[in-house]
């Protein structure tokens, strides 16, 4: 499935910016299965520095800086992308969830060491709670993969999806208790418990594709970006579930980045001297050619 895609980013403030630095995760992921055929930032005003690079997870970064006072900031980020069908995955064939935690501390393969740095307690992510939250599921022997599943309808079950409840620094233990948030949220709860277990989990960022009602139009900017989680598994590799909608990630789950926990993969993050209160508007638009 080829998708274009447009994501507008809205700064207002209320005051003059003497100053900007902004670090964007707005390209799109290249990986097994996703191509980018096309990728490009613009900003307004103009950065002074405009650079590329690498983050420590893989992730492409633009970083910016922009010394001209300004009172608004836009950055506009277009990408083509194809993201190709998975085979189905047999839930019941992969390992235990017990073997695949020792694989992970024992590190004996490079891919095993790789995901072992996705084991652990992360800014935004405690196992406060999480451990006990998954513990009915934890069955012995149960196949890896039939875990995730159990846990993402569990999650999505549980869960009821609603804003203003949450914000980027809700600790799990509150959103375990509020039984409700977004995207962001489901992620991390579903992150916790694996990782509470010694499973290797990551946090991804990204969009999906949504479809509007039966005879109505789609409506321009109303897409949103998404987030979800993978869990690896061994001789499968990393399989992403959605909590959200309780799924397996599909071709309409597009990857921007992955990281450990929203921190690591947040689609701008910076700071400004001066410019007082600011008003923030986003516009995504995820559109199949």
Same mark, same amino acid.
């Given at each position: ?100 935690? &020792? ?71 509150? &959103? ?27 946090? &991804? ?85």
């Amino acid at each position: 499935m080829d998708y274009s895609i447009r994501h507008s980013t809205h700064y207002q403030y209320e005051h003059p910016v003497g100053s900007s630095y902004q670090s964007l995760h707005l390209t799109p992921r290249e990986f097994t299965r996703q191509t980018v055929a096309y990728t490009n930032i613009e900003v307004s005003p103009t950065p002074q520095n405009l650079e590329s690079r690498v983050d420590f997870f893989g992730n492409r970064v633009t970083d910016l800086f922009i010394r001209d006072p300004h009172d608004e900031l836009l950055i506009l980020a277009e990408s083509r992308v194809t993201v190709r069908e998975l085979e189905d995955v047999l839930l019941d064939l992969s390992p235990s969830w017990e073997q695949t935690a &020792v694989l992970a501390r024992e590190a004996r393969s490079e891919d095993a060491r790789d995901a072992g740095r996705y084991c652990f307690p992360s800014p935004h992510i405690t196992i406060d709670g999480a451990y006990l939250y998954a513990a009915d599921l934890m069955t012995p022997g149960k196949p890896l993969l039939r875990l995730a599943m159990e846990l993402t309808a569990q999650i999505y079950t549980d869960f009821e999806y609603r804003g203003g409840v949450t914000d980027v620094y809700t600790p799990i233990p509150e &959103v375990l208790d509020a039984r409700a948030g977004v995207c962001q949220d489901f992620a991390h709860v579903g992150i916790a418990c694996l990782r509470a277990y010694g499973l290797p989990a990551r946090y &991804v960022s990204g969009y999906l594709l949504t479809r509007p009602p039966a005879g109505q139009p789609r409506l321009t900017g109303a897409d949103a970006s998404h987030a979800w989680f993978s869990v690896w598994c061994p001789e499968f590799g990393w399989i992403d579930f959605d909590p959200t909608n309780n799924i397996q990630a599909q071709t309409e789950h597009i990857t921007l980045s992955w990281g450990r926990d929203y921190s690591d993969v947040s689609p701008t993050r910076g700071y400004i001297h001066g410019g007082g209160t600011q008003t923030l508007n986003v516009a995504v638009d995820v559109v199949p050619i």
